[in-house]
């Protein structure tokens, strides 16, 4: 079990450096979900400039993404090359020897989920008013921070089933 924890500990913690490797990448695509958070919290929107922003964010969100997939995986040469059949392969085999990896690492989700979402949504509002300000600053925030590193995760996560060694084929 500890072997499990190690290695779904693992994969937080090469999001966490990819992340701080790649700041100014990931700062400058979350900053675009996080000024339509912040400004979508703090005025009323025509919905034209609504719908408009809203697919901003998303393409920020897909670049995000697809940089985060090209740096982690097309750039690793020893994953890189492989092809959509391998990558299955791999895929199914890591899941097959570690799925309480893969469950350890869904519950480090779920408490990231607690404190970032649960706490400042929940528990804070409960506790004292909040305003139109509290959040938007916190919606920003968590652009900023939780959702393109949980994005990143995800991405380490796919990384991590691509890099481990496999049995042979038979």
């Keep these: 079990m500890l072997n499990e924890l190690r290695i779904a500990t693992a994969v937080p913690r090469w999001a966490l450096d990819f992340f701080r490797r790649h700041l100014v990448m990931v700062m400058a695509l979350s900053a675009v979900p996080a000024v339509e958070r912040f400004t ?21 969100r897909v670049a995000l993404i697809a940089l985060a997939l090209r740096f982690a995986i097309q750039q690793e040469p020893a994953i ?10 791999r895929l199914r085999a890591f899941s097959a020897r570690h799925p309480r990896s893969l469950v350890l690492q869904a519950v480090l ?5 607690v404190l970032a ?3 400042p949504e929940r528990l804070v509002p409960a506790l004292t008013p909040v305003g139109p300000l509290y959040w938007a600053v916190l919606l920003a925030a968590k652009n900023l921070t939780v959702i ?7 991405v380490g ?11 042979a084929r038979s």
């Design 157 to 167: 996560a796919v990384r991590q089933a691509l890099l481990a060694p496999t049995p």
């Design 148 to 154: 393109p590193f949980t994005m990143i995760w995800l």
């Design 40 to 60: 979508g919290q703090m005025s009323a929107r025509d919905p034209v400039l609504g719908v408009t922003l809203e697919l901003t964010t998303l393409a920020a």
């Design 80 to 89: 890189g090359p492989i092809g959509a059949a391998e990558a299955g392969r």
């Design 117 to 119: 979402d649960v706490v």
């Design 109 to 113: 989700i779920a408490l990231l989920f």
